[in-house]
Structures are given as C-alpha cells and as structure tokens.
C-alpha cells in the first residue's frame, strides 16, 4: 500500500487553495539532522536514519571492516551496549494546527524507548512491527526534540534467560547464552552456519510524521473472491479512521485501472463515524489479464486506488497499490503416495524453480533498490519462478514484494522463526500476534505471495534433532504444546482472519524427514542426506519427495571475493581468517569427501576453491534435473539458497557482491524452460523432454551426437520427438552397454541438441558417462581474443580439445558474463561478453581462463 505523498509547498498550497481546497494531509520525512551516542555517555556524533548503529560506527571509523579478516571478534562489544539516537524537526503554526497527527515507526530495532518532545511516547519490542502514534497532543510550533533509547537486546533479555531455567537450541546463536530466542529480531544477526553475527540496533526503516484532517486511511485490502478468465469478483475493503467526534459525510472512490486507463470506479457515499469504519465494495472486472508466473507469459499488474472524499471533493486521504490477479492454490492432500504439495496458479500445476533466499546484508540499510533489482534480475535469468523467503531473516521490504510482482515470481514467505523452540508465553504470543497482523496486513495485496508457513524446520527440530535426549521429558513436552500455540493456533488463525485466501503450512518440512525413508512421499522435504549425510549426489535420483523446499552443497566464494577478506598468507582451508570465514564446523571436510568422490582434489588452494565451485554446480544440477525429471510425483524445487549476506564459504548461488557462482549458471541450465535431460537408470540411457511450457512442441528433433574430446563425431542419432506442455517425459531410451563402448564412455561425449521445425535451437546440454575423475581429459590451450569496450569485453575462446568447466575470472566485482562455468567443445569458438560499469577500455582488464584438466 502506497500512501500519495503531498510535499507541503507554499505554491501548491496556494493553487489548491485558489481551488477552495487546502491540503487536507502532509507526510514529514525525518531523515535528518540525527546524532547517536553510547547510551548514557552524552557523546554525540553524526547518524544515518534509517539506518543501525553498526553502519554509523563503520563510517566514523569506530569499528574495523567486520567482513576482514578475523575483525568479527572485534565488533561484538556493540551488541552490549545501549544506544541513543535524537534529532529535532520545526514544524509551523499551521503545521501543527492540523487536527491529526500520527508518528509513524516503521521499524525500531529492537528494544526502544521513544520520547517526543521529553514525553514517553512508545515503548517498542518487536523489530518486525511497524508502530504508529497519535502525537498531537505532545507536538508544538518550532522545535520538536525525538530521542530514541536502543536497550541492548543481549542485557534486555539476559534476566529471562537467567530465570528461564534452561538453555534454548538455538545453535546458531553464536552466543553460550542463547537468548536470541526472547527476542523478535532477525534470527540471523546473532550468527548462522553461514552468516556473521552482528546484534546491532538502530531506525532501521523510516519515520513519517503525518498531518491531516478528519480521518486517515489505516489499511487497503484488495480481496481477490473469484477469479477466472470470464471474470474477477474483487471485494475493496477500506479501514479509516475517523478523527471527528461527530459522523461526517464522505464519498471513497475505489478506482481500478490497467496501464493507465481505468477499468472501473465505485463511488461508494458513507458517514464516518467517530474511531474505526470499515468501508466495502465489490467490484467485477470482465475478460481480466491475468497474471501470470515467470515463464508463463506477463505478470500484469492493475492499479487499485482510493480516495476518501469530503462531501464538496476534497480529499481527506488516499492510498493506492498494485496487484496482479490471479489464483494459488496450494494442493497438499493425501494420495496414494503419501501428501501432495504442488502450486496450481490460474488452475494449471506449476512446477516451481527456484531457491531460498536469505536477508542481502547482514547490515539491512545496506541494501539499496538496486540491489534488489539485480536480485531479482538474477532470479529470473535463472529461469526461476518462486522463492522462499526463509523464516531466519526478515519480513522483507515492500519493494522487494513489488519486484516479485513486477518479475512474476511467487513467494513462498515463511513467518521469522527457524530451527529453535520459542518462548510462548501470554507476552512473547502477544508480540507474535502484533506481527502477524503488522505484516499480513502490510504484505496481502501482493500477487506475489503465494503462501504462508509458520517457520522452518522447528516441528521437525523438536521430534528428531536429539531434543528429547538433551532436555527433561517436561522441557521437551512444553515445547510441543509452545509450537502448537504460536504455529498451530496463533498464526494459522491470524491468517484465517486476515488473508483467507491464502494457504499455511504450520511447518516447513511438514512431515518429511530426510532420515525417514517412509515419510519421504509426505509433503514437501528438506533432503539433507546430501551434503551432512556425505551421501552421493545420484541419491537425489531416488529419493524423491513431493517438493523440494531445501536442499544444498556449499562452495567458497571465487578467489576475488576471498582477497576482499584474506591476505595470500591466509590462503588456506584451516587458517584462522578462512576458518572465521566457514560457520560450518564439517564444511570443508565435507567439502573435500565429495570433491575426492568427483575429482582429483587439487593441491594449490586456488584450484581448490575453483573445483568446489564446479563440484557445487554439478553436483546440485543433478539434483534439480531429478526433480524435474520426476514430475508430477515431484512438483518443485528449491535449492539452498540464493545468495550471502556477507563475503563467505556458503551453499549459496549468487556472492555477496553479486557474483554467480558455478551454481548460478547450473540452475539457469536445469531450470531451462524448455530442457533435454539424459540419465543412466538400471542399465538404461533414458533421454527426457522437460517441458515449463503451457504449450505442446510438436515436430522436433532430438540429435544425439557422440564427440570425443578431441572432437571427433563417434555416431549421431537423430529422432524426431513431441514434447507436452507442462510435463516431463522419457522420449527415447537405450541399453547402456549398446550406446557406448567401455573407452567411449571415458573418453566421449554426448551433445544433445533439441530443435525445432524451422531448426531453431531450442536447448542444448552435455552429458558424459562417467564421473569427471574417471574421464580421460585431455591437456589442452584455450586461445582468447579479447575486445575491450568501456563498460563490457568480449571475450572469443576457443580450444583444440574439450576444456571442461570452463571458468572465466576478471578482477572485477559483480560483472555479468552471458556464460561461464560451460565446457569449451573441441573446435568450437564461443564469446563471451562481461558487462560491468566497472569496466574501462582501456584498463584492457586481466581476464583468466581455466578449465578442469590445468587442476591436476
Ligand atoms: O545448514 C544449511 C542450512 C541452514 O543454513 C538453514 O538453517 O534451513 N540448513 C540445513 C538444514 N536446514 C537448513 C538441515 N538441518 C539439519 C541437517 C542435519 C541434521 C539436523 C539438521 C536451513
């Protein structure tokens, strides 16, 4: 919901007077002219609102850079300490006048005593929840002093943890008191096994004083009752708040528009009456364009606005906000393999590609629209069409959900609690019930949204991660009747009150559990046996679930990220600024288990760091490719996860500076809309067509060719082949002793190449027989022709022989590569073109090349 902000100008308020209208409501923005100080010490230097202390203490240079080196120790005295934070804003006579005025909080993170003008104003606890305040008794003309009192979260909480008789499992809280979990933060600023802990405080969104007359709109909810091709029954419910003490005559204008021309308005006349009023009206909208998932055709967007209107015009307030129509439908019923879980968006199963995202920065005010933008530009270039906003970060920004609309990418949004039992008692299920409401509210209208899931992995903590061993039979039992407070009675009511069109699941996984081969057919599955089972990748073949909502490998991050937090001495997996850099205690043995089940484990630590990352991408594209493969026993696939909040060893995608890992490209191949995918099942090579497409493909051809690695053509097969839309099929199969020799099989190919009528491309992809140590690949040169431009190169390659995995490095952060991580064919020439702002021509940018074959 956007509220229309009207900027007080003399000139404007002169022309709508001359009108015989006066600006009836103005929006102040106070950013400015705050100071912070060390709670109690008088000590007042510069702020940044929003903003949060860590990001003040760095640019006045009271902090090291935390992400360097081992300087994550040499930031955590903050997170004892109080902090202060004051500014003053003028107001005029006039200004003041007004008969309403609210001060609006939109996040205090977290523990927060807010004065205005000396009074005691607001006491805030919750992170997550957005507080308003009616302020005009305490406001005057000329100076308004606002003094905010940050209480250390860590001191505030310690009496709890102190009397709470036990300590919380909240490993990844990198504290020996866990009492992260008292406190409706960010689960991730106090650490995970990926992420650096930084218990800050701060303004961490903005706050608004708001003038106005008569009455102010709290809340625009656009219901969507019925939606189908014919038609979209649209039910406008309006919350305002009357501030009058006697009814007034008004008119709300509900006006629905598409691309700038209106579809419908509703005039709708109403009394006011004094406090609360609810304002309905239906709408139908006939022939809507839907919206539609990435990959399906254009998420189109209406505009839905309100105005509430004086008798004589004059606007008291108005909202407006964007919203795509559409249905989800999540389908998680019982059958005869267990639970479904799939999505059926506008009525058609989809099968959903995508990963887990992560908060982009440990230090949130970081993150600038930008950032979300090439966020989501990532998203979508990896052919991706859902995202799960995962339950230890935060409940995102507006925008970022406007980007998901925008983009077509639905979110599956998880409420902020994760692998921990909470409190419940009367107080903490209070603050609970305050966020859901505050963000149900905030959040409904977006299209995006595809469904709600009250936290992640805690049910599944409770029964099976050794709980019952650790704690009392008493402590284990209370944290059952805990979860089923908050996450089968509090949370699934407070979305059937405000948002009951939308599906929740009290837990993710549900029911599956990676150990449990007979829960594996039940709902949707976080398959761990992969990466802390040490189990090889080809399990993801068989064990299947319905929906993959989790499942990862790590790698570390390129060498250009690693030189912006290690020094050539540090380069090493066991030293102390790598290890600070590795939140997982087994990581990088586990990393090592596999590489050694793959590849040559190289020696150097440069070529390590490159392996892995080729060893995470191939390794997780299998995976995905089972999924596929697999439907409509398995309806999606979501890997663990997205991106990085700091420079790290992580099982992350996309690096904290925006670089795509091997991951990255691997994703964007096996979420290929349109995909052929070759498997060896029981003694048989089985080629798939693997359609997103709500289309049929007929008349195409499917051309197998065997190419050694010097790039001599060994056979080639050709079939013409159909594919249907919306599903997987096997379209030809082969005995595996028959399609190729016991030397082929190490020394060749298949290049699989789909195409249509016309002999367009349609997808193309490698396969080999054998795992990459067993090939035999050759030594070869890759030749590079560089053209330096300002802002991009291009960059021809070529090579005699197969160079495998191929991985093209510049020295610049975040630069986009049309491809990389690719095999290089045998006489093959391929350009490549890297675009970054960064890039001068005539820097003639240092561009290295390396493939499998130089590691060993
Ligand atoms: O460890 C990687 C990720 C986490 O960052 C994140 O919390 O929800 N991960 C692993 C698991 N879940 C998640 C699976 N957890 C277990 C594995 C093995 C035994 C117990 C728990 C994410």
Same mark, same amino acid.
């Given at each position: 919901?956007?509220?229309?902000?009207?900027?007080?100008m003399?000139?404007?308020?002169?022309?709508?007077?001359?009108?015989?209208?006066?600006?009836?409501?103005?929006?102040?923005h106070?950013?400015?002219?705050?100071s912070?100080?060390?709670?109690?010490?008088d000590?007042?230097?510069e702020?940044t609102?929003?903003?949060?202390?860590?990001?003040?203490?760095?640019?006045?240079?009271?902090?090291?850079?935390p992400?360097?080196g081992?300087?994550?120790?040499? #930031?955590?005295? #903050?997170?004892?300490?109080?902090?202060?934070?004051?500014?003053s804003?003028?107001?005029?006579?006039?200004?003041?006048?007004?008969s309403?005025a609210?001060?609006?909080f939109?996040?205090?993170?977290?523990?927060?005593?807010?004065?205005?003008?000396?009074?005691?104003?607001?006491?805030?606890?919750?992170?997550f929840?957005g507080?308003e305040?009616?302020?005009?008794?305490?406001?005057?003309?000329?100076?308004?002093?606002?003094?905010?009192?940050?209480?250390?979260?860590?001191?505030?909480?310690l009496?709890?943890?102190?009397?709470?008789?036990?300590?919380?499992?909240?490993?990844?809280?990198?504290?020996?008191?866990?009492?992260s979990?008292f406190?409706?933060?960010?689960?991730?600023?106090?650490?995970?096994?990926?992420?650096i802990?930084?218990?800050?405080?701060?303004?961490?969104r903005p706050?608004e004083?708001k003038?106005?007359?008569v009455?102010d $709109?709290?809340?625009?909810?656009?219901?969507?009752l019925?939606?189908?091709?014919?038609?979209?029954?649209?039910?406008?419910?309006?919350?305002v708040y009357?501030?009058?003490?006697t009814d007034?005559?008004a008119?709300?204008?509900?006006t629905?528009?598409?691309?700038?021309?209106? +579809?419908?308005?509703?005039?709708?006349?109403?009394?006011?009456?004094?406090?609360?009023?609810?304002?309905?009206?239906?709408?139908?909208?006939?022939?809507?364009?839907?919206?539609?998932?990435?990959?399906?055709?254009?998420?189109?967007?209406y505009?839905f606005?309100?105005?509430?209107?004086k008798?004589?015009?004059?606007?008291?307030?108005?909202?407006?906000c964007?919203?795509?129509?559409r249905?989800v439908?999540?389908?998680?019923?019982?059958?005869? @393999?267990?639970?479904?879980?799939?999505?059926?968006?506008n009525? $058609?199963?989809?099968?959903a590609?995508?990963?887990n995202?992560?908060?982009?920065?440990?230090i949130?005010?970081?993150?600038?629209?930008?950032d979300?933008?090439?966020l989501?530009?990532?998203?979508k270039?990896?052919?991706?069409n859902?995202?799960?906003i995962w339950?230890g970060?935060?409940?995102?920004?507006?925008?970022?959900?406007?980007?998901?609309?925008?983009?077509?990418?639905?979110?599956?949004?998880?409420?902020?609690?994760?692998?921990?039992?909470?409190p419940?008692?009367?107080?903490?299920?209070?603050?609970?019930?305050?966020?859901?409401h505050?963000? %149900?509210?905030?959040?409904?209208?977006?299209?995006?949204?595809?469904?709600?899931?009250?936290?992640?992995e805690i049910i599944?903590? %409770?029964?099976?991660?050794?709980w019952?061993?650790?704690?009392?039979?008493?402590?284990?039992?209370?944290?059952?009747?805990?979860?089923n407070?908050?996450?089968?009675?509090?949370?699934?009511?407070?979305?059937?009150?405000?948002d009951p069109?939308?599906f929740?699941l009290?837990?993710?996984?549900?029911?599956?559990?990676?150990?449990?081969?007979?829960?594996?057919?039940?709902? @949707?599955?976080?398959?761990?046996?992969v990466?802390?089972?040490?189990?090889?990748?080809?399990?993801l073949?068989?064990?299947?679930?319905?929906f993959m909502?989790e499942?990862?490998?790590?790698?570390?991050?390129?060498?250009?990220?690693?030189?912006?937090f290690?020094?050539?001495?540090?380069?090493?997996?066991?030293?102390?600024?790598?290890?600070?850099?590795?939140?997982?205690?087994t990581?990088?043995?586990?990393?090592?288990?596999?590489m050694?089940?793959?590849?040559?484990?190289?020696e150097?630590f440069e070529?390590?760091?490159?392996?892995?990352?080729?060893?995470?991408?191939?390794?997780?594209?299998h995976?995905?490719?089972? =999924?596929?493969r697999?439907?409509?026993?398995?309806?999606?696939?979501?890997?663990w996860?997205?991106? @990085?909040?700091?420079?790290?060893?992580?099982?992350?995608?996309?690096?904290?500076?925006?670089?795509?890992?091997a991951?990255?490209?691997?994703?964007?191949?096996?979420?290929?809309?349109?995909? +052929?995918?070759a498997?060896?099942?029981?003694?048989?090579?089985?080629f798939?067509?693997?359609?997103?497409?709500l289309?049929?493909?007929?008349?195409?051809?499917?051309?197998?060719?065997?190419?050694?690695?010097?790039?001599?053509?060994l056979?080639?097969?050709v079939?013409?082949?159909?594919?249907?839309?919306?599903s997987?099929?096997?379209?030809?199969?082969?005995?595996?002793?028959?399609?190729a020799?016991?030397?082929?099989?190490?020394?060749?190919?298949?290049?699989?190449?789909l195409?249509?009528?016309?002999?367009? +491309?349609?997808?193309?992809?490698t396969?080999y027989?054998?795992?990459?140590?067993?090939?035999?690949?050759?030594?070869?040169?890759?030749?590079?022709?560089?053209?330096y431009?300002?802002?991009?190169?291009?960059?021809?390659?070529?090579?005699?022989?197969?160079?495998k995995?191929?991985?093209?490095e510049?020295?610049?952060?975040?630069?986009?590569f049309?491809?990389?991580?690719?095999?290089?064919?045998?006489?093959?020439s391929?350009? $490549?073109?890297?675009?970054?702002p960064?890039l001068?021509?005539?820097?003639k940018?240092?561009?290295?090349?390396? =493939?499998?074959?130089?590691?060993?």
């Amino acid at each position: 919901m956007k509220r229309l902000k009207l900027i007080f100008m003399g000139l404007y308020a002169a022309a709508l007077s001359a009108l015989g209208q006066s600006p009836a409501s103005q929006v102040l923005h106070l950013d400015k002219g705050w100071s912070f100080s060390e709670g109690g010490k008088d000590k007042w230097q510069e702020a940044t609102v929003p903003g949060t202390v860590h990001q003040d203490l760095l640019r006045l240079k009271l902090l090291p850079d935390p992400f360097f080196g081992t300087n994550e120790q040499q #930031v955590q005295w #903050v997170e004892d300490k109080d902090w202060e934070y004051r500014t003053s804003f003028t107001l005029t006579q006039e200004q003041v006048d007004h008969s309403g005025a609210l001060l609006e909080f939109k996040g205090l993170d977290t523990y927060a005593d807010v004065y205005l003008n000396g009074a005691l104003i607001l006491k805030a606890e919750n992170m997550f929840v957005g507080y308003e305040v009616p302020v005009k008794e305490v406001l005057r003309a000329g100076e308004n002093r606002l003094n905010i009192y940050f209480y250390s979260p860590i001191n505030k909480t310690l009496p709890q943890w102190d009397s709470n008789g036990f300590d919380y499992p909240a490993d990844n809280d990198h504290h020996d008191k866990h009492t992260s979990v008292f406190t409706r933060k960010a689960p991730y600023h106090y650490g995970w096994d990926w992420g650096i802990r930084m218990v800050g405080c701060g303004v961490w969104r903005p706050i608004e004083l708001k003038l106005f007359e008569v009455a102010d $709109i709290k809340d625009y909810y656009v219901r969507q009752l019925s939606i189908s091709r014919d038609k979209a029954e649209i039910s406008n419910e309006l919350e305002v708040y009357s501030i009058e003490d006697t009814d007034t005559q008004a008119e709300v204008v509900f006006t629905c528009s598409l691309k700038g021309q209106e +579809v419908m308005v509703n005039k709708v006349p109403v009394v006011l009456t004094p406090g609360k009023n609810l304002v309905k009206s239906d709408m139908t909208i006939l022939n809507p364009s839907l919206w539609m998932p990435h990959g399906w055709g254009e998420a189109t967007l209406y505009d839905f606005k309100t105005e509430v209107r004086k008798a004589g015009g004059q606007v008291i307030d108005q909202v407006s906000c964007r919203s795509g129509l559409r249905t989800v439908r999540v389908v998680n019923e019982e059958d005869k @393999d267990g639970k479904s879980f799939y999505f059926e968006v506008n009525g $058609i199963p989809l099968f959903a590609k995508g990963a887990n995202y992560i908060p982009s920065d440990i230090i949130l005010n970081n993150v600038k629209e930008e950032d979300y933008r090439r966020l989501f530009r990532n998203v979508k270039a990896a052919n991706m069409n859902m995202i799960r906003i995962w339950g230890g970060g935060i409940y995102e920004e507006d925008y970022f959900y406007q980007l998901a609309d925008e983009n077509g990418i639905l979110v599956w949004q998880d409420f902020m609690f994760a692998c921990t039992s909470y409190p419940s008692d009367p107080a903490f299920l209070n603050l609970v019930e305050q966020e859901a409401h505050y963000n %149900i509210r905030r959040l409904r209208n977006h299209a995006s949204i595809a469904m709600w899931c009250g936290n992640n992995e805690i049910i599944e903590a %409770i029964k099976y991660w050794g709980w019952d061993k650790k704690f009392s039979k008493e402590v284990h039992q209370g944290m059952f009747t805990g979860y089923n407070k908050l996450f089968r009675t509090l949370l699934p009511n407070k979305v059937k009150e405000l948002d009951p069109d939308r599906f929740y699941l009290h837990s993710s996984p549900d029911s599956a559990n990676w150990g449990r081969p007979e829960s594996w057919g039940w709902g @949707d599955s976080h398959y761990w046996g992969v990466w802390y089972g040490v189990q090889p990748f080809e399990v993801l073949d068989t064990r299947l679930p319905r929906f993959m909502s989790e499942f990862g490998f790590q790698a570390f991050p390129e060498m250009k990220v690693i030189s912006t937090f290690a020094e050539p001495k540090d380069y090493a997996l066991e030293s102390e600024v790598m290890k600070a850099h590795q939140k997982s205690s087994t990581g990088n043995s586990i990393i090592r288990t596999y590489m050694d089940m793959y590849y040559h484990v190289p020696e150097k630590f440069e070529d390590f760091v490159y392996v892995g990352l080729v060893l995470q991408g191939q390794g997780m594209r299998h995976g995905m490719e089972a =999924h596929r493969r697999n439907r409509p026993y398995c309806m999606g696939t979501l890997y663990w996860q997205l991106n @990085d909040s700091w420079p790290v060893v992580s099982w992350s995608s996309v690096d904290y500076f925006g670089n795509w890992k091997a991951l990255h490209y691997q994703a964007q191949r096996a979420f290929s809309p349109l995909l +052929v995918n070759a498997i060896e099942e029981k003694g048989k090579l089985n080629f798939y067509l693997i359609s997103d497409e709500l289309n049929d493909r007929n008349n195409l051809t499917l051309e197998s060719r065997m190419v050694d690695f010097s790039g001599k053509v060994l056979k080639k097969e050709v079939r013409k082949v159909n594919m249907k839309a919306n599903s997987s099929t096997c379209v030809w199969e082969q005995d595996s002793a028959s399609a190729a020799t016991a030397q082929q099989r190490t020394d060749a190919l298949l290049l699989l190449t789909l195409k249509d009528s016309k002999g367009k +491309v349609l997808d193309k992809q490698t396969f080999y027989f054998e795992k990459p140590k067993a090939l035999n690949l050759p030594e070869t040169t890759v030749k590079q022709k560089v053209k330096y431009m300002d802002g991009a190169c291009e960059v021809t390659l070529t090579s005699d022989k197969l160079a495998k995995d191929l991985f093209i490095e510049i020295p610049v952060q975040g630069a986009q590569f049309t491809d990389n991580f690719f095999d290089l064919l045998p006489g093959e020439s391929k350009t $490549i073109r890297i675009t970054s702002p960064l890039l001068k021509k005539t820097d003639k940018t240092n561009i290295r090349v390396t =493939h499998l074959r130089q590691t060993y």
